[in-house]
């Protein structure tokens, strides 16, 4: 509870610092209210956003609602709960944080899952307005789609099963069978740089994790960030084994040419730090870990 309503402060001073109205004004005061019930809103929204020369907030403000593209079987990340419909994880706060800075509560944001093969064409056609999932920043990706970011770093890893002493790193991936997502950049990976290993791939991590568990793949490889929570469900049959082997810079994905969204998203991560520390501790950090907030890069 005590995470919440500083995070909440937090979330409304850089709301009330975007918008461009003055600290004086009493954007905070509410922290103490919203942070007392079970369905408080994690971010103050904020009002008067002033973006000009983006089709895809014009979109947005004339539908009232914001379309978000996520994941929702990666725990820790972007997690849906069957049972009780709650949406957890970094990426879905983060996507969270962008829909409030533009001026729209939680109510408002509608998500699709979409996994990573289909990300692109879903922006392209403009099925969702951001993407918030996991996405590596990549310049074959770039061709067709923008990103804001980086706000996380993260690298390919191995999750095998927790019995298994013959897979320590990627270096022993010859003659072992590896899953991956289709269309991720780890498949790419193996297949480009790993020509004796052998791949199946699903839509999404979580059929991985199934095979890896029926002994019908020998390791899952994506991003260690997505590993270790899915090794932290199961410890007793899972674990993660190796460092990391690439580096995966983690962007938003936006529709190509809204080059005024992604400035106001860039400056969203650059000016809330304190924001973005706040998430990861509420999230991903609460398995003992902690890391920096990379700097936005030029694009
Ligand atoms: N970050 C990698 C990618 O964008 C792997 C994770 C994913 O598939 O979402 O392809």
């Known amino acids: 509870m005590r995470k919440r309503i500083t ?3 937090v979330v409304a001073v850089t709301a009330l610092a975007l918008s461009g109205c ?3 004004d009493s954007g905070t005061t509410d922290s103490t209210d919203a942070g007392s019930g079970s369905d408080a809103a994690l971010f103050e929204v904020a009002s008067n956003v002033d973006l000009t020369g983006s089709p895809t907030f014009d979109a947005m403000t004339e539908r009232g609602s914001v379309k ?6 990666q725990p820790g990340l972007g997690y849906l709960d069957a049972a009780t419909g709650e949406r957890t994880g970094f990426d879905i706060e983060i996507a969270q944080w962008i829909a409030a800075t533009l001026g729209f509560p939680e109510d408002k944001i509608e998500f699709t899952a979409i996994p990573s093969a289909n990300r692109e064409s879903a922006i392209v056609n403009g099925d969702i307005d951001y993407y918030v999932g996991t996405y590596s920043i990549t310049d074959k990706r770039k061709e067709q789609v923008d990103f804001a970011g980086p706000y996380f770093v993260t690298g390919q890893g191995l999750l095998v099963a927790a019995d298994n002493t013959d897979i320590t790193s990627e270096k022993d991936l010859a003659g072992k069978t590896v899953c991956s997502a289709t269309g991720s950049t780890p498949i790419q990976n193996i297949k480009d740089n790993f020509p004796d290993t052998k791949t199946v791939e699903f ?5 991985c994790v199934e095979a890896l568990k029926d002994g019908s793949a020998d390791a899952v490889t994506t991003d260690e960030a997505i590993l270790i929570g899915y090794a932290a469900q199961e410890p007793d049959s899972l674990k993660v084994v190796g460092e990391p082997f690439t580096v995966e810079k983690y962007g938003v994905g936006l529709p190509k040419g809204d080059d005024a969204l992604r400035a106001y998203i860039n400056d969203m991560f650059t000016n809330g730090g304190d ?6 501790d509420s999230t991903l950090g609460q398995s003992g870990t902690t890391v920096e907030q990379p700097a936005v890069d030029a694009y």
Not at 68 to 73: P, S
Not at 203 to 207: G, K, L, P
């Open 7 to 9: 995070l909440l402060a």
């Open 22 to 24: 003055s600290n004086s």
């Open 68 to 73: 978000v593209g996520v994941k929702e079987d």
């Open 203 to 207: 839509d999404t991590y979580s059929q």
């Open 275 to 280: 924001t973005w520390t706040a998430i990861y």
